[in-house]
């Protein structure tokens, strides 16, 4: 078997492979309304809200332009705080769709600054929303969304956060966050396949719902919610019904774990991964403070070949790790480890790396 250690798509658990071979039932029958609707509690509890949650059929990006269309219109001011690639896609979308985005950039691999969100929003005072990732996946660095969060709750304002690569790996606490909208996507730490979006959706988010221009039709929170309160409960659109078989299997599993035990255990193998690293005499990308337990990002040596030693760990080792991003393209690799995933599999892949580093030009 492959060792996929890339942070999204992640392997996936037995269990859920298995119910993926079910034969299709009719998305507006009776038998999936209960499973939306088992899937919508189990879902609330992850993210540790009693607001609404809706399960949306797209990819992760999906969710952050639901996140945007629903809550803003063309002409808002918006803080977008962006610590590498997927904070700058959240601020583009923004940009896309109208908004005046006020860009807050930090160097990558570092995180953001609460005080420099306070200076930011004392500047502007007619900033509407802040974008915010939680988990930033192109640099391995997680953001104190607390205390980000706090700041933004003193200036009133929405908080929209990415949390893609977090919910359900890293602890967040949606409704103590006054977190308005958080998204995540069923690919990440989810033990499911590509194809949903979740999102939670906070009681000033639905005010803002009220108000907001901006275009939207298939994203349209209303809609997710008209539907879900019919009976049977369902989705506006056809939804992605095996991957919604597949999830409905593994947050029965993730319950069963408890939240906490699942928290702990990705802090323990983020953890090995970093130790793994370092011990090979290699560094890490991001500030170890902030370092994320779903994906370890690493600073390619002088004399590495990191194309060359990608190629060396699948072809020979059957291990897959993701290479940098945009300009980080050749100085960083990561190590994705959400999901369904053990310090063994850490183990596998740094005794790959010890092997394959020397083959591709690094020398200790
Ligand atoms: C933090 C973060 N934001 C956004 C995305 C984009 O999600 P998707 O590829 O599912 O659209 C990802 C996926 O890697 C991510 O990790």
Redo the contacts with the bound molecule.
């Keep these: 078997m492959e060792h996929l250690r890339i942070?999204?798509p992640t392997p996936l658990p037995d269990e859920v492979l298995q119910v993926m071979s079910r034969q299709m039932i009719n998305h507006r029958g009776a038998e999936f309304g209960q499973i939306l609707q088992g899937i919508t509690a189990k879902l609330k509890q992850l993210f540790q809200t009693k607001d609404d949650v809706f399960l949306l059929t797209?990819?992760?990006?999906?969710?952050?332009e639901a996140a945007i269309v629903n809550t803003l219109s063309p002409g808002d001011k918006v803080l977008s705080v962006a610590i590498?690639?997927?904070?700058e896609?959240?601020g583009s979308i923004a940009e896309q769709f109208g908004a005046e985005v006020i860009p807050l950039r930090f160097e990558w691999g570092k995180a953001a600054d609460a005080d420099a969100v306070r200076q930011a929003l004392q500047a502007e005072p007619e900033i509407k929303a802040v974008l915010v990732?939680?988990?930033?996946?192109?640099t391995g660095v997680t953001n104190d969304l607390a205390s980000i969060s706090s700041v933004v709750k003193e200036f009133d304002k929405l908080l929209l956060v990415?949390?893609?690569?977090?919910l359900g790996s890293i602890n967040l606490p949606v409704d103590d966050w006054h977190c308005d909208v958080a998204?995540t996507?069923?690919?990440?730490g989810w033990m499911v396949p590509?194809g949903l979006?979740m999102v939670s959706v906070s009681q000033e988010a639905w005010q803002a719902h009220a108000k907001a221009r901006m275009p939207r039709f298939y994203w349209d929170f209303a809609q997710a919610k008209s539907y879900l309160e019919k009976a049977p409960p369902q989705t506006p659109w056809t939804p992605a019904i095996t991957t919604v078989f597949a999830l409905s299997v593994s947050l029965e599993m993730m319950l069963k774990e408890g939240l906490p035990n699942i928290i702990a255990r990705h802090a323990r193998v983020g953890k090995a991964a970093r130790d793994g690293v370092k011990s090979l005499g290699l560094s890490l990308f991001a500030e170890e403070s902030h370092a994320s337990n779903t994906?370890t990002s690493v600073k390619s040596p002088d004399g590495l070949d990191t194309g060359k030693m990608l190629k060396i760990l699948r072809e020979e080792h059957k291990v897959v790790l993701a290479g940098g991003q945009q300009t980080l393209a050749g100085k960083i690799f990561r190590i994705g480890h959400l999901g369904w995933v053990t310090e063994d599999d850490i183990k596998t892949v740094i005794s790959a790396l010890k092997v394959a580093l020397p083959q591709a030009g690094f020398k200790r």
């Excluded at 990732?133 to 192109?138: G, I, R, V």
């Excluded at 996507?185 to 990440?188: A, D």
């Design positions: 942070p999204g797209g990819s992760g990006t999906g969710g952050l590498g690639v997927f904070g896609r959240f990732t939680h988990n930033e996946t192109s990415d949390a893609i690569s977090s998204v996507g069923s690919q990440k590509p979006a994906v």
